[in-house]
Structure formats: structure tokens, C-alpha cells
């Protein structure tokens, strides 16, 4: 469910912005959408799980405002990650 130390180091290591980078904003997405996706295939099988369901909205919302925030601030860097991680068409 969770995911692992080893999956969290790829990711960082595939989003990072330089070399000692581990929480900008194209990291935390990353691992966000990681998250959600798997989040998701749990929902999928668990119906039932309202409560998980709070924290799957609650970090859909967290992604999206830092996805926001990136739009305002470098709009190349946000087209940059919605292209890479395919959020948006």
C-alpha cells in the first residue's frame, strides 16, 4: 500500500530539479501521483473504505495546489511535469 523506501528514490531521483533536491514541488507531485494511483487500484478493489477515501481526496487536493502553485509561478516547469507524469491532456 505504501509505497517503499527504494520506489521513493526512484522517483526523487527522476523528478529531482539538482543534486541534493528531494522536496520541490515536481518531487512532491511525483510521489502525490504515485500515491493516488495506487490509492486508486485500492479503491477499486475496497468499495467499503470511506475512511481511506478522505485521505485519497485530501492529497488529490494537495497535488492540485501545488500544481497551481507551479502554473502561477513557471508555467514551464508545470507544462514540464503534466506532460511527464500525463496528468492533463
Given at each position: 500500500?505504501?509505497?517503499?523506501?527504494?520506489?521513493?528514490?526512484?522517483?526523487?531521483?527522476?523528478?529531482?530539479?539538482s543534486?541534493?533536491?528531494?522536496?520541490?514541488?515536481?518531487?512532491?507531485?511525483?510521489?502525490l501521483?504515485?500515491?493516488i494511483?495506487?490509492?486508486?487500484?485500492?479503491?477499486?478493489?475496497?468499495?467499503?473504505?470511506?475512511h481511506?477515501?478522505?485521505?485519497?481526496?485530501?492529497?488529490?487536493?494537495?497535488?492540485?495546489?501545488?500544481?497551481?502553485?507551479?502554473?502561477?509561478?513557471t508555467?514551464?516547469?508545470?507544462t514540464?511535469?503534466?506532460s511527464k507524469?500525463?496528468?492533463?491532456?
Open positions: 500500500m505504501a509505497l517503499t523506501k527504494a520506489q521513493v528514490e526512484e522517483i526523487v531521483r527522476d523528478n529531482k530539479r543534486e541534493f533536491d528531494t522536496g520541490s514541488c515536481e518531487v512532491q507531485v511525483a510521489l501521483t504515485r500515491n494511483q495506487e490509492l486508486t487500484e485500492h479503491f477499486k478493489r475496497n468499495k467499503n473504505d470511506v481511506g477515501q478522505r485521505g485519497l481526496v485530501k492529497m488529490v487536493n494537495r497535488r492540485r495546489k501545488l500544481l497551481d502553485y507551479l502554473k502561477r509561478t508555467p514551464d516547469r508545470y514540464q511535469i503534466i507524469l500525463a496528468l492533463r491532456k
